[in-house]
């Protein structure tokens, strides 16, 4: 008798547990990604998947509007092509004859790219969107740039490189969706 009654006690709470659950998990709704997956969409095939995993990385992200996404995303950019010029001025401290001339190459490379993040931001502030393409696409060139200075032989910056066609094909998406 004893035992029949704790039975009962368990399944009770076993239910009661499982329907809370229930609830619980129903109230979870899944972030807000809309404006993310548009500007996304756009840079398929080759950086639908970097754009998703470095929009989404910034708590802005979810439920942003396209001006927001535009804030995280130039800003992103720019975080990481200055991490970018550290790392190149960390390299350039310790090489010599062609290597340090490429790297040269790409100190240029990484400031222009840096200036043109910038005037992107602040085109942003004062809400004027017409050369945002511009700047977004360029950064493209400076990568391409940067890349092509250590043709034949290999680059410390491929990956960095990688990135910031990344972020510019990031940005010409972004840029279209202010035009508009
Ligand atoms: C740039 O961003 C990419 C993608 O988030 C990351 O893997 C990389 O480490 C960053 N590079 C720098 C120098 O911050
Ligand atoms: C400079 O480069 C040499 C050869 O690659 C390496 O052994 C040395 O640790 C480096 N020094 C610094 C300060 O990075």
Same mark, same amino acid.
């Given at each position: 008798m004893a035992t029949s009654h704790a039975l009962l006690l368990f399944c009770n709470l076993a239910f009661g547990l499982l329907a809370l659950s229930v609830v619980v998990e129903s109230s979870v709704v899944p972030p807000d990604y809309a404006e993310v997956d548009h500007v996304c969409s756009r840079t398929a095939p080759y950086y639908d998947k970097f754009c998703k995993d470095v929009l989404e990385?910034? %708590?802005? #992200? %979810?439920? #942003?509007d396209a001006l927001t996404l535009a804030y995280v995303a130039f800003g992103l950019a720019h975080r990481n092509a200055s991490g970018t010029r550290d790392q190149i001025t960390s390299l350039l401290s310790n090489s010599t004859g062609l290597v340090r001339q490429h790297l040269e190459r790409c100190r240029g490379d990484y400031a222009t790219a840096l200036a043109n993040i910038q005037e992107a931001l602040n085109d942003l502030d004062s809400k004027t969107y017409g050369r945002l393409t511009y700047f977004s696409a360029s950064l493209l060139d400076r990568a391409k740039d940067c890349e092509s200075a250590f043709k034949g032989t290999k680059s410390p910056l491929t990956d960095n490189n990688e990135d910031l066609k990344g972020f510019s094909v990031i940005g010409v998406s972004i840029a279209e969706e202010l035009i508009v």
């Open positions: 990385s910034d %708590p802005r #992200a %979810p439920g #942003a």
